[in-house]
């Protein structure tokens, strides 16, 4: 039994290798899956728009697309930070359920490109019942340091869904 469930994990976390776009939200790293990137901008200015939660920031017009930006430290609970020259904006491509749209997440700053294999790739830690998770795709061990892989359709899932603003 105990063999069948470490094999169904590592079969897991082999499906979750491959490249991934790292960045900085304050001293720590994450990564997202690089196939989920549209593109890296540097900061704009963004426009608010009222009734939003304090993580909405608003949106930006993108070569005429309008897209909602959400600031990943204050959807994580962590302090604002002031904008700096390394303060950009991932344009990622989310699903939720059968629809696709863009949403541009505000981070410190990008760091790099990575591959990584799934034996580098642990599950995300349980931390009890009163912690959700769900939104960390596992944890990257990458040259002695981790890297919080995360499931970026989960952790914008609530918000962009009730925040897009349908171009079509």
Same mark, same amino acid.
């Given at each position: 039994?105990?063999?069948?469930? @470490?094999?169904?994990?590592? +079969?897991?976390?082999?499906? @979750?290798?491959?490249?991934?776009? +790292?960045?900085?939200?304050?001293?720590?790293?994450? /990564?997202?899956? &690089?196939?989920?990137? $549209?593109?890296? &901008?540097?900061?704009?200015?963004? =426009?608010?728009?009222?009734? *939003?939660?304090?993580?909405?920031?608003?949106?930006?017009?993108?070569?005429?697309?309008?897209?909602?930006? %959400?600031?990943? #430290?204050? @959807?994580?609970?962590?302090?604002?930070?002031?904008? *700096?020259?390394?303060?950009? %904006?991932?344009?990622?491509? !989310? +699903?939720?359920?059968?629809? $696709?749209?863009? =949403?541009? !997440?505000?981070?410190? $700053?990008?760091?790099?490109?990575?591959?990584?294999? /799934?034996?580098? &790739?642990?599950?995300?830690?349980?931390?009890?019942?009163?912690?959700?998770?769900?939104?960390?795709?596992?944890?990257?061990?990458?040259? /002695?340091?981790?890297? !919080?892989?995360?499931?970026?359709? @989960?952790?914008? /899932?609530?918000?962009?869904?009730?925040?897009?603003?349908? =171009? #079509?």
């Amino acid at each position: 039994m105990e063999q069948t469930t @470490k094999s169904a994990v590592l +079969t897991n976390n082999q499906s @979750k290798a491959g490249k991934y776009l +790292t960045f900085a939200l304050d001293n720590e790293e994450y /990564g997202l899956e &690089i196939l989920k990137v $549209r593109e890296i &901008i540097g900061y704009m200015q963004i =426009t608010a728009v009222p009734q *939003t939660p304090p993580h909405v920031k608003g949106v930006i017009n993108l070569r005429g697309q309008v897209i909602p930006v %959400i600031d990943l #430290r204050l @959807k994580f609970g962590m302090n604002a930070a002031e904008v *700096t020259e390394e303060t950009c %904006i991932i344009v990622v491509e !989310i +699903t939720q359920g059968d629809r $696709r749209f863009q =949403t541009g !997440i505000v981070v410190d $700053r990008v760091k790099e490109v990575l591959d990584i294999e /799934g034996q580098q &790739i642990e599950d995300a830690p349980q931390f009890g019942s009163n912690v959700d998770t769900n939104f960390i795709l596992g944890m990257g061990k990458v040259n /002695g340091a981790v890297k !919080i892989l995360l499931d970026i359709d @989960k952790v914008l /899932g609530n918000d962009a869904g009730s925040f897009s603003l349908d =171009t #079509r």
